[in-house]
């Protein structure tokens, strides 16, 4: 099935934070602040993906949000969606619970993860079922450096990209490791037989149909 034609929901979030970041004192409002979530602006749950600190945070996330995004909902497009709504409320929630000492979070990087973490997968187990092991190693090796950026993170609580905006916020290695276990469970649910998944993470179809149609 021909996907090219369609509304691209990530480009349509790629663009909307570069708004944000251009929208005077928008990344302000939308940003997910703990105070004002208590207070009942709860669309910020949502809308801190989009607000970003500083240009260069913004760059990175946006740019690997679209090049990632875009692959993944052609190829995958259910699963995608999917796989970035239950980040989106997960991340978040995942700040408020167990990070109580931040009050504020902005950027699209545990989305990034998500899919990241989601294609990889999705990537390493079809090479597999093709025989293709050259590109099930390399893959498989991209997927570990992922783990091992995370646990970098973890354990020296700053950044390895955003090295010129590391002074404008504190890292959350949290919410890359919420976003890469979503990206995983939603990969691992698209391949496992359609009697293990719901139905909506295939649209409908069997998990080996659409690894076929790719």
């Known amino acids: 099935m021909n996907t090219t034609s369609r509304w691209q929901v990530t480009t349509t979030i790629a663009v909307a934070s570069l708004v944000v970041a251009l929208w005077p004192g928008?990344?302000?409002?939308?940003?997910?602040?703990?105070?004002?979530?208590?207070?009942?602006?709860w669309w910020r749950i949502l809308t801190g993906h989009l607000a970003h600190f500083g240009f260069e945070h913004l760059v990175w996330d946006t740019v690997v949000f679209a090049v990632l995004g875009v692959i993944c909902e052609r190829r995958h497009r259910m699963a995608t969606?999917?796989?970035?709504?239950v980040s989106a409320v997960?991340?978040?929630a995942a700040v408020w619970l167990l990070?109580?000492?931040i009050t504020t979070y902005r950027g699209l990087s545990g989305l990034d993860t998500a899919l990241f973490a989601f294609l990889g997968?999705?990537?390493c187990a079809q090479s597999c079922r093709e025989g293709r092991h050259g590109r099930t190693v390399m893959t498989g090796l991209l997927l570990l450096g992922m783990?091992?950026?995370i646990g970098w993170e973890f354990y020296t609580n700053g950044?390895?990209?955003v090295r010129g905006s590391s002074h404008l916020f504190v890292p959350v290695p949290l919410v890359h490791l919420v976003g890469a276990v979503v990206g995983l469970a939603v990969a691992v649910g698209q391949i496992l037989p359609r009697n293990f998944m719901p139905p909506w993470l295939t649209g409908g179809q069997p998990a080996s149909l659409k690894l076929e149609q790719n």
């Not at 969606?81 to 709504?85: H, K, R, T, V, Y």
């Open 26 to 41: 928008a990344s302000a409002v939308l940003e997910f602040d703990r105070v004002a979530v208590g207070a009942g602006d």
């Open 81 to 85: 969606l999917a796989c970035l709504g």
């Open 90 to 92: 997960l991340i978040p």
């Open 99 to 101: 990070m109580p000492e």
């Open 121 to 123: 997968v999705m990537m």
């Open 147 to 149: 783990v091992l950026k």
């Open 159 to 161: 950044t390895i990209f």
